[in-house]
């Protein structure tokens, strides 16, 4: 074994033994894990109000029954199309889903996440403009911002971060169109981050197609049951998290990127990731399925691919694809206007124990920003009666430092609005 580590330098090397455990039979290593997990603090999704990802979402029984079948359980998407027919064709049924929902005409198989997506489809806009500038919503999750600044600023890329109006929460349509010159692209989110639903989105297209840059829309999938699509104000490219339509959170993930662009061949061929494509059979008696347009991926074109992404989220993109099938267009409606009217409901909800709105002229989906004096012990108290009660701002803005942002998921219910308005009047009561 010593000889294993002799090219490891002496002055780096551990001088002395582990203080490491006995070793443990089956029974012991399984009660010491018990034990362990014990200390963990459980939230019943009817308890949380969490407004970032990953959410939970209720995920029937055959999303499971069938993408654990061994012949769909991969992350890869399939190089032989011979013998891998099933799998691509629910890909590209997945991809025809997404298109269908965001209304754009070309969608790839997956990617890592909303984050990565984002960072990819700012690529494929600086390389489609031949521009170096971008700019970005000040008000976005931290964690997404910082991704994208760490693919941008090592390479040179020009961030803008643009206002939003005070009363309303959505974009600063003027402070866009003076900041907008020689832009490869903007992004824009709707629903916001604070939940905001912006209509604002037709005169920024115009206003961002008129400089020649592109418009990135950053999408809540399930919304989109109740709000108009972003191919409906020309959006170029949009990106998303479809997380909750496949699967609920495992210690913070997996996630789900969705990346799809309008019908403009010099964008698709900068499209990362896989595409799965359908054609007929030599006689043209039944359809076939493949991988297209290959020649523009990393392991044909190399260092000068848009995207070095290989392995993929396919398995989740096929639970999302049969989670998509099940629920169907009027599922995916009712579904949306649930998670609208259950973000009415904890508004009323709150204004009725004195918190107050940070944008009282603002419609939401899913999230909401709200405003109250003591607001950290509020949460505090809220998580000892075993509440995931939001996410306080005050570390991400410093103009929200007594803002809570919270989000409902489709657990909640009349009951479960009952149970919190009993615990919040037993906590302001207290506070």
């Known amino acids: 074994m010593a000889s294993l580590i002799d090219t490891v330098p002496e002055e780096v090397k551990l001088k002395h033994k582990l203080a490491l455990p006995e070793k443990m039979g089956e029974f012991h290593s399984l009660k010491f894990i018990e034990e362990k997990l014990s200390k963990n603090r459980i939230f019943p999704p009817e308890r949380v109000f969490s407004p970032d990802p990953p959410f939970f979402s209720f995920i029937p029984s055959a999303v499971d029954y069938i993408s654990l079948s061994s012949e769909l359980l991969t992350a890869y998407t399939p190089y032989q199309p011979e013998v891998s027919q099933g799998l691509l064709q629910i890909l590209f049924e997945y991809q025809s889903m997404i298109c269908e929902l965001t209304g754009m005409e070309v969608a790839n198989a997956s990617l890592y996440d909303h984050s990565t997506a984002l960072c990819e489809a700012i690529r494929m806009a600086l390389k489609y403009t031949e521009r170096n500038k971008v700019l970005l919503p000040k008000y976005m999750r931290k964690e997404r911002k910082s991704v994208v600044k760490s693919y941008m600023e090592s390479i040179g890329v020009e961030l803008y971060e643009y206002k939003i109006e005070k009363e309303t929460g959505k974009m600063n349509l003027s402070d866009i169109e003076n900041n907008l010159k020689d832009a490869a692209c903007i992004y824009a989110e709707n ?20 400089d020649d840059s592109l418009l990135i829309v950053g999408i809540e999938p399930i919304s989109l049951g109740i709000i108009r699509e972003p191919a409906s104000y020309q959006a170029d490219i949009v990106v998303g998290e479809a997380q909750h ?20 061949l010099k964008l698709i061929h ?10 007929t059979t030599i006689d043209g008696s039944d359809l076939g399925f493949s991988l297209v347009l290959q020649a523009r991926e990393q392991h044909i074109k190399r260092e000068k691919a848009t995207s070095n992404i290989t392995t993929n989220q396919s398995w989740l993109a096929v639970r999302a694809a049969i989670y998509l099938a099940l629920l169907g267009k009027e599922g995916l409606k009712r579904l949306a206007a649930r998670i609208f009217l259950n973000t009415q409901k904890l508004k009323r909800l709150l204004e009725d124990f004195g918190f107050t709105p940070s944008f009282p002229n603002a419609t939401h989906f899913r999230n909401l920003l709200m405003n109250k004096e003591g607001i950290y012990k509020i949460q505090n108290e809220m998580m000892k009666r075993g509440y995931f009660f939001g996410k306080l701002l005050g570390n991400e803005f410093d103009f929200f430092a007594s803002s809570i942002l919270l989000g409902v998921n489709e657990y909640h219910d009349s009951k479960s609005f009952e149970e919190l308005k009993n615990a919040l009047s037993q906590v302001i009561r207290n506070v």
């Open 191 to 210: 629903p916001s981050y604070f939940g905001i639903i912006d209509d604002n989105l037709p005169k920024l297209s115009n206003i961002v197609h008129s």
């Open 270 to 279: 900068l499209m990362p990731g896989r595409i799965v494509g359908c054609t």
């Open 245 to 264: 339509l496949a699967i609920n959170p495992f210690y913070g993930g997996p996630s789900l990127g969705i990346i799809a662009c309008k019908e403009d």
